[in-house]
Structure formats: C-alpha cells, structure tokens
T-cell receptor, first 113, second 107 residues
Framework: DGGITQSPKYLFRKEGQNVTLSCEQN?????MYWYRQDPGQGLRLIYY???????QKGDIAEGYSVSREKKESFPLTVTSAQKNPTAFYLC????????????FGQGTRLTVV | SQQGEEDPQALSIQEGENATMNCSYK?????LQWYRQNSGRGLVHLIL?????REKHSGRLRVTLDTSKKSSSLLITASRAADTASYFC???????FGKGTSLLVTP
C-alpha cells in the first residue's frame, strides 16, 4: 500500500539530547513537510522540501534541522537548541507544493523527560 | 505567511444537524483545502477547491469559496457522532494551517 510512515509513534528525550524523527513515503511525491502541533495552536510549519537536496525553513525552524538526500525520506532532527520540544510532530507529502492534496503520517509524540 | 483561520474555534451540535465552519485567509490563492483530524492522529484530506470554483460537493460535504471576501465555508450535512473531529483549512502556498474548528457531535 502507498502511504507515508512516521516512526516512532512515541519518543522520549532527555534534556540536552538531539533526537531524529523518521518520515518515509512511497507515493513518489516531490514535496514533503514537517509540522509541529501544540494544544490550541493548530499546525505550524517547521520545514518543507520541494525536491531532493533542497529544503526551506517554515515559520518555526529554530532548533530543528532536516535533510532530503532521498525522495522518499525527510527526517527531522530536534536539536538541544529547541527549548520546548515536547509536542506532536506531523510529516506530510504532496505531489507538488500546495497544488494537490497532502497525505499525512500518523504523527510522533515527543516528550522531554 | 499565508494562513487559513477557522471560525468558530469550537462547535457542538446534535446528530442529524448541519455543521458549518468558516475559513478566512489573507492573500490571493490558487486553491484552498479542508482537512479533518481525529484526536491524536494525522490529518486526512477532505476536499480541494480551486480559485476559479465557487462550490464543490463530496458526499455530505459542501465547500464554498468566495475569493472576493477571501473566505471559504465547509458544511457537513446530517452530522453523525463519527464526524467528531477537528477541521482545518489550508491555503496553497506552503500548506499553512490555522488552529482549526473542533466539532463535537453528540448522539
């Protein structure tokens, strides 16, 4: 089945540690996105990528980093510079940026302990 | 950045009633999309309406778009308890989302 997969579903991180969230899609989509969702805040765009080896900052990129070495994969690293990383993280992909429907993964809930 | 803003923030209705939620945006768009999110899950695409369309239907969903007012509405007819979810609109530029409308449908 085609789809977009995020892993792990739950992730715990100690303060000061970097952690990487995985996002893989087999839909042959060019565009991929990372969002952060906090209660009452809706979805906020962290980074997006329109093509391999290219990505752009979203509204809240500070403390995060991404890579797009393969079309299928768009991992997000939450660095120790992110002061409040506890949140629900959603990855999405679409055929092109904003032109067609986006498909979302089931999310990763990150908790700092 | 372009962003859809949904209204109301929360809506509570009974099964069988219609639910209407609105979305406003700030700049010109090529399309506007509506999504649904069940608690703790990813978003699911409901419908996309292009800037040259005024109305679109999909099952019990009806979406309208008024580009002169920079607004859209989503109507869910004959609501069911299973429609309980958050609903988001997104504009095309970078799929920026608003805070959503939380819909509660009670039996």
């Amino acid at each position: 089945d085609g789809g977009i997969t995020q892993s792990p579903k739950y992730l715990f991180r100690k303060e000061g540690q970097n952690v990487t969230l995985s996002c893989e899609q087999n839909l042959n989509h060019d565009a991929m996105y990372w969002y952060r969702q906090d209660p009452g805040q809706g979805l906020r765009l962290i980074y997006y990528s329109q093509i391999v080896n290219d990505f752009q900052k979203g509204d809240i990129a500070e403390g995060y980093s991404v890579s797009r070495e393969k079309k299928e994969s768009f991992p997000l690293t939450v660095t120790s510079a992110q002061k409040n990383p506890t949140a629900f993280y959603l990855c999405a992909s679409s055929r092109q940026r904003g032109d067609t429907e986006a498909f979302f993964g089931q999310g990763t809930r990150l908790t700092v302990v | 950045s372009q962003q859809g803003e949904e209204d109301p923030q929360a809506l509570s209705i009974q099964e069988g009633e219609n639910a209407t939620m609105n979305c406003s945006y700030k700049t010109s768009i090529n399309n506007l999309q509506w999504y649904r999110q069940n608690s703790g899950r990813g978003l699911v695409h409901l419908i996309l309406i292009r800037s040259n369309e005024r109305e679109k239907h999909s099952g019990r969903l009806r979406v309208t778009l008024d580009t002169s007012k920079k607004s859209s509405s989503l109507l869910i007819t004959a609501s069911r308890a299973a429609d309980t979810a958050s609903y988001f609109c997104a504009t095309d530029a970078a799929l920026n989302f608003g805070k959503g409308t939380s819909l509660l449908v009670t039996p």
